[in-house]
C-alpha cells in the first residue's frame, strides 16, 4: 500500500512540474513576442520618419543609381534620372543636420559635398501614404539660354530649354543639341531647392548647313515635281497673271539649286543662286490658249529650320 502511495506521489508532482514548466515556456513566449513587437515597431518608426526619409533621400543621390532615387517616391521625370546616369560627379558626405516636423509637412537641413564645395540646403517633406518623400525642393532648377538652337542635352536626356531644367542634384556638362549639327557646352552644379541661370555659347557644325542643304534640295525637287501652281512651300514666284487669265499646266525645271546660308541665331536660312525655268500653258486675257516661259537667274528662297534630335525641319517661304 506505502509503495502505490509513493508511486502516485511521484506521478503528482511529475504532472505538477510539467504544469508548471509550461506556464514558464508559455510566459517567456508572451515575453518574446512583446519585445519582438516593440522592436519591429520601434524600427518601423524609425525607419518611417521624415530623417530618415531625408537620410535615403541623400545616400540615394550619393549612390548615383536612379533606382535608389525612385524608391524614395520623389517625383522626378524620365529625362531627369537619365540624364543623372551621366552625371560627372556625385553628392557626397551627405549629412541630416537637424529635422523640424509639423503635422504632414517637415523640414530638414542638410550639408553635403558637391562639386569640390561644400553646400547646404532645406529639403522639404510631405507624409503620403504612410510615408515621408521629398518635394521639388530636393531637385535643382537650371534656366539655360543659347546663341544657337533650342535643345541641350545631358548624355542620351534631351531638354527643350523653353522651361528650366529639373535636375537631381548633381553636377552635369549640359551640351547644346543635336551634337550632329551644334557644338558648344558648360558644367553645371545642380544644388536641391537652388534656381540657376546659365548661357551656352554655341556654334554650327558644318554638317549644319549641309543637313539643312540636303532637306532644301529635297522640297525642292519635289516643288519641281508638281504640275500646278507651286504651293506657299515652294518659294517660287511667278507673274503669271501679266500673261495669263488662267493656268491649266506647270512644268518646273530647275537648273541649279540654291545654296543656303544658315542665320547666325540658327533659326533661319537664306538660300540663294539658284535658276529656275517655269513653262505655264493656260488661257491668255484675250481667251485664247498660250505657253509661256519664265526663267529666275537668281533665284533665292528663305525659310525657318529647327533640328530635333538628328531631323531637320524647314518651314520655306
Known amino acids: 500500500m506505502s509503495d502505490h502511495r509513493a508511486t502516485d506521489q511521484h506521478a503528482g508532482a511529475r504532472r505538477r512540474s510539467k504544469r508548471v514548466w509550461g506556464w514558464v515556456i508559455a510566459a517567456a513566449a508572451v515575453v518574446l513576442l512583446v519585445v519582438a513587437g516593440l522592436i519591429i515597431w520601434q524600427s518601423s518608426s524609425r525607419s518611417d520618419s521624415a530623417e530618415n526619409a531625408a537620410e ?21 521625370s524620365d529625362e531627369a534620372l537619365l540624364a543623372f546616369d551621366s552625371a560627372e560627379s556625385l553628392v557626397s558626405d551627405a549629412t541630416v543636420t537637424s529635422v523640424d516636423e509639423t503635422g504632414s509637412q517637415a523640414t530638414a537641413r542638410v550639408s553635403f559635398v558637391l562639386g569640390d564645395a561644400a553646400h547646404e540646403a532645406v529639403l522639404t517633406l510631405a507624409r503620403s501614404d504612410g510615408r515621408w518623400i521629398p518635394d521639388d525642393s530636393g531637385l535643382a532648377a537650371v534656366t539655360v539660354s543659347q546663341t544657337v538652337g533650342t535643345a541641350v542635352s545631358i548624355g542620351e536626356a534631351v531638354f527643350e530649354t523653353s522651361e528650366p531644367l529639373s535636375l537631381l542634384p ?3 556638362t549640359v551640351a547644346v543639341a543635336p551634337a550632329a549639327y551644334l557644338s558648344g557646352s558648360i558644367g553645371v552644379v ?8 546659365t548661357a551656352i555659347e554655341a ?4 554638317d549644319a548647313t549641309d543637313a539643312v542643304q540636303q532637306r532644301l534640295d529635297e522640297l525642292l525637287q519635289e516643288c519641281e515635281a508638281e504640275t500646278a501652281l507651286p ?5 517660287v514666284r511667278i507673274p503669271w497673271g501679266t500673261e495669263l487669265r488662267a493656268v491649266d499646266d506647270v512644268a518646273f525645271r530647275i537648273e ?5 546660308v544658315l542665320a547666325d541665331d540658327g533659326t533661319s536660312f537664306t538660300a540663294s ?16 490658249e498660250r505657253t509661256t ?12 529650320v529647327s533640328f530635333a534630335g538628328n531631323e531637320t525641319t524647314l518651314t520655306v517661304w
Open 293 to 304: 516661259t519664265y526663267r529666275s537667274e537668281n533665284w533665292a528662297v528663305h525659310g525657318e
Open 170 to 172: 548633381a553636377a552635369y
Open 231 to 235: 504651293s506657299d512651300g515652294c518659294g
Open 256 to 260: 541649279t539649286l540654291p545654296t543656303v
Open 203 to 206: 556654334s554650327f557644325r558644318p
Open 56 to 76: 535615403a533621400y541623400l545616400r540615394a543621390l550619393e549612390s548615383g543609381e536612379r533606382s535608389a532615387v525612385e524608391a524614395t517616391g520623389i517625383v522626378v
Open 273 to 288: 543662286g539658284g535658276e529656275l525655268v517655269a513653262t505655264l500653258t493656260g488661257t491668255a486675257h484675250d481667251g485664247t
Open 190 to 197: 545642380a544644388l536641391p531647392g537652388a534656381t540657376d541661370e
